[in-house]
């Protein structure tokens, strides 16, 4: 029970680390007002906020290394309705929070229902969903072989379909062939300047492998125990991943909105060196001091997501004079006396620390908002 509560507490304070880069990335004002590695690479490419979406992916692996285990214990009608049913859940979550706030002032000032014909249906809770629904079927019926040999054919399977029906261009790739053709331009991201969608249909299967990395990673660890010997394997298993990760990127780039085949090596390369370094920080120099703050994040993680995206949304829809909410605090509380790009990021940071608080408030009651 010792090491089972030590590898929680390491894969909380991952997940806490990611969450919190992940509110503040998504703070982010704009090209010319936001530090680089807060922002995506603009094609090709990887910058630090790049890593934060796949390293989330890889940490829902870790933990269903736990949750998985008890539903070997269930029957399977009831395995099958806990993960159908949670991923569902997630799934309803991450649509809503693109209709949020469900309502608008049409011309007349009449108060009238947003369109659910221009809703967005694929997103970041939605592949999170996918993603993970996938892979604890996959690792329920085909345990550890069939993952691993489903994750090797899913990345060169897309490799091959990425290069057999189309480019790798933004307006000429198989996946925005294939959402256009089945969601449709209206139900598409349209941050691009166009109809596309980084969290698209085709782009979700090697996603798939992130999370199946994250329980791989997450039990051999529960069953090696805090030592030396899996951590340097953990290590060596990233480095050979990012190498590989980059003999691939010469035919196939890193590229986040395309979650190409290369990007997933990468990242799950790197992840493994993070979760490795924590474990050794955390479970054998026993360095813990720090990590409370990060616990608070990792422990209502979707709740506290939730209230972050909707929160930014109201102050992006809301106006003061001809500015937004969110624009306004901006300017009057932080770009006036900061500059440009400090003060987005002290603004981030503020905005992130607000979030925090909710959680430290939730975890202090003991209450932790789960699906």
Known sequence: MSTLSQRSQAIDVMRGLTLTLMIVVNMSISDDKSYAPLLHAAWHGLTLTDLVFPSFLFVVGTALSFTLERYQTMGNAAVLRKIFTRTALIFLCGYLLYWFPFFEFDKAGQLSLLPLEKTRIMGVLQRIALGYGFASLILHYWKTRGAIVFSVVALLGYWWLMYSFGDYTMAGNAEIKLDKLILGDNHMYHGEGMAFDPEGILSTLPAIPNVLAGYFAGRFLREKGPNYEPIAKLLMAGAVLLVLALCW???????????????????????????????YVIDLRKTRGW??????????????????????????????????LFDWIYATGFQWWAGDKPGSFVWALVFMFSCWLVGYGLDKKHIYIKL
């Open 291 to 324: 990590t409370y703050f990060f616990e608070v994040f990792g422990r209502n993680t979707l709740f506290i997501y939730l209230l972050s995206e909707i929160v930014q949304t109201i102050m992006w829809t809301a106006h003061v004079g001809n500015l937004a």
């Open 249 to 279: 990127s010469s035919v196939f780039p890193f590229n986040k909105k395309l979650w190409s085949s290369s990007y997933v090596l990468c990242t799950i390369g790197i992840d493994l060196f993070v979760l490795a370094i924590l474990v």
